[in-house]
């Protein structure tokens, strides 16, 4: 049998067709044995498929499943706020506790040097210059007393005055 | 507040109503309650069960995500039926494009054996129980082309009509009626197959 005839069956069937089609093909049928024996196949292969279909469970339990649904969800949902965020906010943001924590961390050290007298405020405009160390000249400046003081020492009589002393670098050698 | 709700005496309607106003617990009872026919459609395309709890879970994040454009115009668990399949049938092309056409693919197309086959005039299914027929189908189902099987699921199963079919499919409405009525042709044949062997 013709293929297009065939098709015209199963679009009969199927109810695709309508007027002057539909009773084209229902003669068809009636008249041509052939017809009728390839309508009656493709008629019973519907009739099979129609509330025959197999049913399959999930292999993965409730829970699991929705598990995965679920982070899913939260992943692309992270991924679409940074989307549209700005790259600078989003910069800012990465290391925002980075940068809390230095801060925090250097305002503490400060506090505590401050509160062991370490540092005082006044010191802090006090400065110490030494430029010839083997001479032993130190200079002390403090602009809270008005004041510079200029000390120079021999290491080498210092070293013999104190009996006690750690011996000079020499002196190890 | 949302979590002191009977979320499972609750109907589908109010569920996704809910789900749409970020109710994550109602979308979770949803999917809890159509999962199974969900991965079923899936699988029935597919015929792999990794593949298919994949694409049965991505359906379920894209339902999520595309929530607020559901109107409730069919039932939830069609529309969600409807977001499966596309993403079988997406699944389905690519492996299609990845592999080389077989020639019994071609053959299939174009009709091959089923354009020479006889009319089937036993019945196959007689004296079957339901669930052995069914097996038989699921069998059958499984050794047609993708496309063969893809048509006689959204026809058969999902109800859908040619015109919707070429939409999804991708292709002419001729197509449709063509890849039908062999897919019809070789299903039935291969039942009366199985009738063959069992009275042997």
Request: charged letters at 30%.
């Amino acid at each position: 049998m013709n293929v297009d005839v065939g098709i015209k069956l199963q679009a009969y069937l199927d109810g695709e067709l309508t007027g002057r089609e539909a009773q084209q093909v229902a003669a068809l049928i009636k008249n041509d044995a052939e017809a009728r024996a390839l309508f009656g196949e493709l008629q019973q292969t519907s009739t099979w498929l129609k509330g025959n279909e197999l049913e399959f469970r999930l292999p993965e339990s409730r829970e699991f499943f929705w598990g995965k649904i679920e982070r899913e969800i939260e992943r692309l949902e992270t991924a679409r706020v940074h989307s549209a965020t700005p790259a600078w906010m989003l910069f800012i943001r990465r290391h925002i506790a980075a940068l809390g924590g230095v801060t925090v961390a250097a305002a503490l050290v400060v506090f505590a040097a401050v509160q062991m007298n370490v540092i005082s405020p006044a010191g802090l405009l006090e400065e110490i210059d030494n430029p010839l160390e083997d001479v032993g000249t130190f200079s002390f400046r403090s602009e809270s007393q008005n004041m510079t003081l200029v000390w120079i020492s021999n290491p080498f009589v210092d070293a013999e005055e104190s009996s006690d002393a750690t011996p000079m670098p020499e002196e190890i050698q | 507040m949302a979590s002191k709700r009977d979320y499972p005496s609750m109907e589908d309607v109010a569920l996704w109503k809910a789900a749409q106003r970020g109710d994550m617990r109602a979308f979770e009872e949803l999917v809890a309650r159509h999962r199974d026919k969900v991965y079923a459609r899936a699988f029935s395309m597919i015929r792999n069960e990794e593949d298919a709890t994949d694409l049965s879970q991505e359906a379920w994040v894209k339902a999520w995500q595309r929530l607020k454009q559901f109107q409730g115009d069919s039932s939830f668990l069609t529309w969600m039926t409807r977001i499966v399949i596309n993403l079988c049938l997406d699944k389905l092309r690519k492996q299609k494009r990845e592999r080389a056409e077989s020639i019994e693919n071609l053959e299939e197309e174009s009709g091959g054996v089923e354009r020479q086959m006889p009319t089937v005039t036993i019945n196959p299914t007689e004296r079957l129980e339901r669930s052995e027929l069914r097996q038989r189908i699921d069998k059958a189902l499984g050794l047609l082309s993708y496309e063969h099987r893809t048509v006689l699921i959204l026809h058969e199963f999902e109800d859908l009509e040619y015109k919707e079919i070429a939409k999804r499919m991708q292709c002419s409405i001729g197509t449709v009626m063509s890849r039908l009525f062999y897919a019809r042709r070789k299903m039935a044949a291969l039942m009366a197959s199985y009738k063959r062997e069992e009275l042997k």
